[in-house]
Every structure is written in structure tokens, then in C-alpha cells.
């Protein structure tokens, strides 16, 4: 096991989901981006859905907790299934892709959420597609969003492997 590059890796994604404390536009979060981000990097599966998702669980203990959870986290865990698709083959083309499949994914099944749990749409057809419609100015921010993070996140690792040869990742490693 490479523990730098483990613990490397843990800390980008426990700094990202403490971004999430700081006022930002209504969908702009790096969340799903280090979904992507922790299912392409860490070798050991349990690890690339744990380390996510007890990121943002840990900033959900201080922003709060709602009905909508599963829901939220189920998402990111099919993103997280994304990123094991890009770490078979990581290029720019590819994990471009995957961040706006992300994206709509997220989009997809979180309003559908909002529509089958929640009050504020009637549960017919006419509800379910006032609900996707409402959100798409949201989903602007989602794409833009899980793009950035995506960027910088996967850059600034291909960066420090350069800059310090210990963050690579050996073969039995993440």
C-alpha cells in the first residue's frame, strides 16, 4: 500500500468537501467531482465509496441533515461507479465525459427524488415534469461545477505525482 499517496488522496478529497462550508452559488459543490474523483483513484473499492461519502457526511453534520439523503447519496455512489470506469483508461475525453454524465445523473435522480418524496409537486406526470423543469437552471451550475472540480482535482493529482514521485501509484497501491 502507498500510504502517502492514500493519505494524499483522502486530504484533497476531505479539503474539497470543506469547500462545501463556504457560501457558494446553489449547486456549485465539488461533491460529485470527487465521487468521480475517489471511484477513479483509489484502488480499493470499499475506500472510493467511503471516502466520499463520509466527506460529505461529515460536512452534512454542520450544514444539516434531510430527508433527501439517500436519495443524494445514492447518486454519488453511481458517480463513484463512474469513476471505476475511468480508471480503467484515464484521458481528458473520457473523464470529461464522465463528469457530465455525472452531472445529468445527479440532475436525473435527485429531482426525481424531490418529486416522489416531497410535497411540493403533484405525483403525476404534469408533477414529475414541473419538477425537472424548475431544476434546470441548476443544473447549469451541476455541469459547470462538476467540470471544475473535475479539472482541478484530477490536474492538480497528475501535478503533484510529477512534482513528487512518492504520490504515484504503484501497483498494489491506490
Request: net charge positive; hydrophobic share 55%; aromatic share 14%.
Amino acid at each position: 500500500m502507498n500510504k502517502p499517496r492514500v493519505l494524499f488522496l483522502a486530504g484533497i478529497i476531505l479539503a474539497a468537501a470543506v469547500s462545501r462550508l463556504i457560501p457558494h452559488p446553489p449547486n456549485f459543490s465539488p461533491i460529485a467531482a470527487l465521487a468521480l474523483f475517489g471511484g477513479a483513484q483509489f484502488s480499493d473499492k470499499r475506500a472510493a465509496f467511503l471516502v466520499p461519502l463520509a466527506a460529505m457526511f461529515l460536512s452534512d453534520l454542520i450544514l444539516g441533515l434531510h430527508a433527501l439523503i439517500p436519495v443524494i447519496y445514492g447518486s454519488f455512489a453511481l458517480i463513484v461507479c463512474l469513476g471505476f470506469w475511468v480508471r480503467r483508461n484515464q484521458n481528458i475525453r473520457r473523464i470529461g465525459s464522465a463528469a457530465v454524465f455525472g452531472a445529468i445523473l445527479f440532475f436525473l435522480v435527485t429531482n426525481f427524488g424531490v418529486w416522489l418524496f416531497g410535497s411540493f409537486y403533484p405525483k403525476t406526470c404534469d408533477g414529475v415534469t414541473e419538477c425537472y423543469i424548475v431544476a434546470i437552471p441548476f443544473f447549469w451550475n451541476t455541469l459547470t461545477s462538476d467540470l471544475i472540480y473535475t479539472a482541478v482535482l484530477f490536474g492538480g493529482v497528475r501535478v503533484a505525482e510529477w512534482r513528487w514521485p512518492v504520490l504515484r501509484p504503484t501497483p498494489a497501491a491506490c
